[in-house]
Nanobody, 119 residues
Framework: QVQLVESGGGSVQSGGSLRLSCAAT????MGWFRQAPGKEREGIAS???????NYADSVKGRFTISRDNAKNTLYLQMNSLNPEDTGMYYC?????????????????WGQGTQVTVSS
């Protein structure tokens, strides 16, 4: 059974940085999703086992997704954070070849880690 465990969330001021980690069994496609208060969950970044990445426009240029396959760990480096980035961040994994930011294409989910950005 695949288990995903996120860590690294916390509170930071606007303009700050955080790095999220997700310990997981190696799966072809892994992604980060987030859910802001009162909003639907959205995909923000994905990465294949070979390193091909995909980003939502809202985080492009500020966030970087990466993975260490030897350590079975997924990362999300978040820079230039703003209050709109506040939310619960989820690690997800799946086998879809295109590895898009579509929630339904991911089979496994972590419990989430909270990120709060204050102005």
């Amino acid at each position: 059974q695949v288990q995903l465990v996120e860590s690294g969330g916390g509170s930071v001021q606007s303009g700050g940085s955080l790095r999220l980690s997700c310990a997981a069994t190696a799966i072809y496609c892994m992604g980060w999703f987030r859910q802001a208060p009162g909003k639907e969950r959205e995909g923000i970044a994905s990465i294949t086992y070979g390193g091909r990445t995909n980003y939502a426009d809202s985080v492009k240029g500020r966030f970087t997704i990466s993975r260490d396959n030897a350590k079975n760990t997924l990362y999300l480096q978040m820079n230039s954070l703003n209050p709109e980035d506040t939310g619960m961040y989820y690690c997800a994994a799946g086998s879809e070849y295109l590895c898009r930011l579509r929630e339904g294409e991911y089979n496994y989910w972590g419990q989430g880690t909270q990120v709060t950005v204050s102005s």
